[in-house]
């Protein structure tokens, strides 16, 4: 019951000296964990919210559009050729056209 209610008083924002008068600690470190599980907790909570809010508020560029910039990026790559054999600069390679 202790466990229980030290973590509920945690979460609610109960400060250290607060779980620590509440509970009959007489050292911080109990109190301690609490406070920063508590916190961490908050945190994650508050990052995926924040995340969500910047997805629905961001422009995306849809599958389509992102799947034809990544073949012109990846048909720029394939131009360059690097020679087997030595420390030549890469050559661009003529399409028969």
């Known amino acids: ?23 009959g600690w007489s050292t911080g470190k109990m109190a301690q964990h609490y406070t920063r599980a508590a916190d961490r907790a908050r945190l994650t909570h508050d990052a ?8 629905k508020n961001s422009r995306t560029l849809g599958p389509v559009r992102e799947r034809t910039r990544k073949l012109k990026r990846n048909q720029r790559v394939k131009k360059r050729v690097v020679p087997r054999r030595g420390l030549e600069p890469p050559r661009l390679l003529t399409t028969g056209t």
Request: hydrophobic fraction near 40%.
């Open 1 to 23: 019951m202790r466990k229980a209610g030290a973590t509920r008083a945690a979460e609610r924002g109960a400060t250290e000296r607060q779980l620590m008068a509440t509970f």
């Open 48 to 55: 995926a919210q924040r995340a969500q809010e910047q997805n």
